[in-house]
């Protein structure tokens, strides 16, 4: 995609990402004024800088730092390095500066070490977390931004590929590497444990930044206003009347074993037109060249485990670089859901349809749900389990259709304000449902 942009669109997002280069600096140093620790990336340079008759300031360590990494880049990735990328040895410069000028700037901010511990560690968590919101609401830009990235995101991206390994591992590994040189240089130069450079503000940041970031990312799309010029939008724009097909449309989200597969079959059965729900997996692995089971197993299935591995390694990794499987299955479902919507009518089963056409007038969005009970004495039937076996899958199944949700949406599967009809076919049968369902449809449209 990024090819087909134009130099006046390029200029826009590399001006964008010098400001938003700052107000990731700013949240930064003012995390650190907190006094309750510094961020995993930052913890080593930070560290150094507090060592007496150092000559270095924090920002000129973090170039230092950056440069390093940059090199490893370079020596992991050789010949796929892109060369738009030798930029970050600018970006690190600047964002150096950037760092000792906001550390300068939230000097006054620092609580007093002496100040009454009620009062003092209770104001220096609240600086903590405005500090981390304010670092995350610029990573979410960042990513929005998709041009350049810092050193510090570009390293774990180069190791993840170079070892093949699942990018989000990768960076909580160099994360908590950095943190433990962080601790080394600390216990060598100090002597000792310090809370205030290594404490719990540094655990605090590893998970409640990525999920800020979770939090903002929905919020931000009015930015590609100031990144993409009016004409370049103007130009991308469909003829009015034309963003969306017109076509009546049925999306089923829906709880397992609340029977949502069946209602979604005989509505489309009911309207003569087609049901989607494997099809899109089928279209999602040939088009990216995975097995269907691969893609089955991935798609709406995130663990909490996985869930919180996506929020600890969230990250400023522009969109266009983003090696996240689970990412790219979703970027590619989410296309085929809007071919299908443009084509004709349909009935679209699960994948986050009732979002992803959240824009488009013409589409009914359903969500199915029973009581547990109905459930387990359905899935038990469907598939020869205990109920007890039944329980489990249950659980497990809806836990990840959530986590997905709530992963690519900032909002809760089960949030009624998601839906324009919500179901319980334990109270209505599967052949109640549908009559509700196409009621409502005769209004769509």
């Not at 299935?301 to 390694?313: A, D, K, V, Y």
Request: include cysteine.
């Amino acid at each position: 995609m990024n090819e087909k942009r134009s130099k006046a669109e390029w200029l826009r997002r590399y001006a964008s990402f010098v400001v938003i280069l700052f107000v990731i600096a700013f949240g930064t140093s003012l995390s650190i004024r907190a006094n309750l620790g510094s961020s995993p990336i930052s913890a080593p340079p930070y560290i150094l800088s507090l060592i007496p008759g150092m000559r270095l300031t924090m920002g000129q360590l973090t170039m230092c730092m950056h440069v390093f990494f940059i090199a490893i880049q370079v020596l992991l990735l050789r010949k796929n390095f892109e060369k738009r990328q030798y930029t970050q040895i600018l970006v690190s410069f600047l964002f150096g500066f950037y760092t000792d000028l906001t550390m300068w700037m939230t000097g006054f901010l620092q609580i007093p070490f002496d100040t009454e511990p009620l009062i003092g560690y209770p104001l220096r968590f609240i600086e903590l977390l405005i500090g981390g919101a304010i670092l995350a609401f610029g990573i979410a830009c960042e990513v929005r931004c998709d041009s350049l990235m810092l050193a510090g995101e570009g390293m774990p991206l180069a190791i993840s590929k170079f070892l093949k390994k699942d990018f989000g591992k990768v960076k909580i590994c160099t994360d908590t590497s950095l943190v433990c040189i962080g601790i080394l240089f600390m216990f060598v130069y100090f002597g000792h444990w310090d809370w205030q450079m290594v404490g719990v503000g540094t655990l605090v940041s590893m998970f409640y930044v990525g999920f800020m970031v979770r939090v903002f990312t929905p919020h931000i799309g009015w930015l590609d206003k100031i990144f993409i010029p009016k004409s370049v939008r103007q130009a991308a724009r469909p003829e009015a009347g034309d963003t969306w097909g017109g076509h009546r449309v049925v999306t089923i989200a829906r709880m397992y074993g609340s029977g949502g597969n069946a209602v979604g079959e005989a509505v489309a059965r009911r309207l003569g037109c087609p049901c989607y729900n494997r099809q899109i997996i089928d279209r999602t692995a040939c088009q990216m060249g995975y097995s269907t089971d691969f893609v089955a197993e991935t798609e709406q299935n995130l663990s909490t485990g996985r869930l919180w591995e996506l929020i600890f390694s969230d990250s400023g990794i522009p969109a266009s670089m983003n090696p996240s499987k689970e990412d790219a299955i979703y970027v590619s479902q989410s296309r085929t859901i809007r071919e299908l919507a443009h084509q004709g009518p349909c009935v679209i089963i699960g994948r986050l349809g009732n979002w992803i056409l959240r824009d488009d007038p013409h589409v009914l969005r359903v969500f199915i749900t029973s009581g547990r009970d109905f459930a387990v004495r359905q899935i038990a039937e469907k598939l020869h389990l205990s109920d007890e076996e039944a329980a489990r899958k249950i659980e497990r199944v809806n836990t990840g259709r959530a986590n997905h949700y709530r992963h690519y949406t900032g909002r809760s599967w089960t949030d009624i304000a998601g839906y324009d009809l919500v179901i319980n076919t334990e109270c209505t049968g599967i052949d109640g449902a549908v009559d509700m369902i196409l009621r409502a449809a005769k209004n769509i449209g």
